[in-house]
């Protein structure tokens, strides 16, 4: 049984991963065939990330505050361009 709590809990951690790496493709992709959208898209992603960082805190306590802050720093990190992958002028 712990062998297969254990293949398991890799399995998950490959798919996450699989995961990760898809967004991140289709993250590039689209700044490829959308520069601007996705300009606008990571200002809003800032400016999410700074409302975040100046709100009261939740009821549910500092914990729930960090983990969302976190989501949505990731989110603005993740939606940034990345100077290794230029952007085609359309």
Known sequence: MPDDVRTSQHDLV???????????????????VDPRGMEQLAGEADHDLQIQHNRTPLPAG?????RLFNVLQDRRRRLQHRRGHPVEAA
């Open 62 to 66: 500092e914990h729930q505050r960090l």
């Open 14 to 32: 490959v798919r996450v991963a699989t995961l990760e790496l898809l967004v991140s493709d289709l993250i590039d992709l689209l700044w490829r």
